[in-house]
């Protein structure tokens, strides 16, 4: 188990930084100079100041001067800048954002904890209710009940997120007005407690939390039925009931088990999720969260913010992965990884 951890590892490092070199490349060609800007806005206050040495003056800065190269060693945390200092990616520095004149990490640290927060909640929700719907409907395969949950959850599967926010912004917004169309917070909210502050921002997020966990149920629950199925048409089920065993104990001991390992990387997957937030949900919605600021960076060529989100996004897949690896050998006992 040891060594196939750390055969792991060593491939996670190498991946890591293969993946970091290619995406600096790619947007290092992007035509953003964060140097010649920052000299043309000092000019722009300041007419006798000259443009080249306020350039060469942010290219220090910034790291940006001398070829490619150095500067994926210096945004990487393992070359020096001109001033014979050494920060960078490795070193906990993400950069400057390019919008905001801030730390990167001071820019992504409250859309980080606002994505955590809606998408543990989202994920329990839709764990909470596709993994019994979905036995359920395995138990019950070919009754009316299981036809009609077939039919709604591939309507759900069928239909794109932003048409069901939409549909459900119409009915629960504008028709029935029980919860606000966008935003967080309500203006003042910060003269109010803490709690009232956390449960203002709960009913805010009401109704985006209802579409995720909404446009999560089809797959899942087909996905899980598909399982069970399988499970419960093999041998050691027909034993175990000709044994005279309960049906729950059959169903949930010994089906369930056997039908968890490919769920398993579904269940992971939506984990690791948890970090990317949804582009889609926070634009609609007006969420400060990962998924919108990624978006808004991507428009604004804010490369700093791009590339710390990228890195953090490989790291989790990575991380995940061997993570996925691990459950097996919990969940299956036929899988060894360290052989």
């Not at 428009?299 to 996004?313: E, G």
Request: aromatic letters at 14%.
């Amino acid at each position: 188990m040891v060594k196939y951890i750390l055969q792991r590892l060593l491939y996670i490092v190498l991946v890591f930084f293969l993946l970091s070199f290619l995406l600096f490349m790619i947007y290092g060609m992007l035509p953003v100079d964060k140097a010649g800007e920052a000299a043309r806005n000092e000019v722009k206050v300041n007419e006798n100041l000259n443009f080249e040495e306020r350039y060469a003056y942010w290219s220090a800065k910034y790291g940006t001067d001398g070829n490619m190269i150095q500067q994926y060693g210096r945004w990487l945390g393992v070359y020096r800048f001109s001033d014979g200092s050494i920060h960078g990616l490795l070193t906990g520095d993400l950069g400057e954002s390019r919008q905001f004149a801030r730390p990167v990490i001071e820019v992504i640290s409250e859309p980080m904890k606002n994505t955590v927060l809606i998408n543990v909640i989202a994920t329990v929700l839709a764990l909470g209710i596709t993994i019994p719907l979905g036995i359920f409907c395995a138990v019950k395969r070919g009754s009316k009940r299981d036809v009609g949950v077939q039919i709604g959850t591939l309507i759900g599967y069928s239909l794109p997120t932003f048409i069901i926010a939409i549909v459900f912004i119409w009915i629960f917004s504008v028709i029935l007005q029980w919860f606000p169309v966008s935003g967080m917070q309500t203006p003042g909210y910060l003269d109010w407690s803490p709690a009232k502050q956390f449960w203002d921002k709960m009913y805010h997020l009401a109704l985006p939390l209802i579409v995720m966990t909404f446009t999560s149920l089809g797959g899942m629950t087909r996905y899980v039925r598909a399982a069970m199925i399988e499970a419960l048409s093999m041998d050691y089920v027909r034993t175990a009931r000709a044994k005279g065993l309960r049906e729950k104990i059959v169903i949930y001991s010994h089906a369930w088990r056997n039908a968890l390992l490919p769920v398993v990387t579904l269940i992971v997957g939506w984990f690791l999720g948890i970090f990317g937030g949804s582009v889609m949900i926070e634009n609609i919605f007006s969420l400060n969260g990962m998924g919108k600021t990624y978006f808004d960076a991507l428009h604004a060529n804010d490369n700093d913010i791009i590339l710390a989100v990228q890195m953090f996004y490989i790291a989790i897949s990575l991380l995940g992965n061997l993570f996925i690896d691990l459950i097996y050998g919990v969940v299956d006992p036929r899988v060894r990884v360290n052989k």
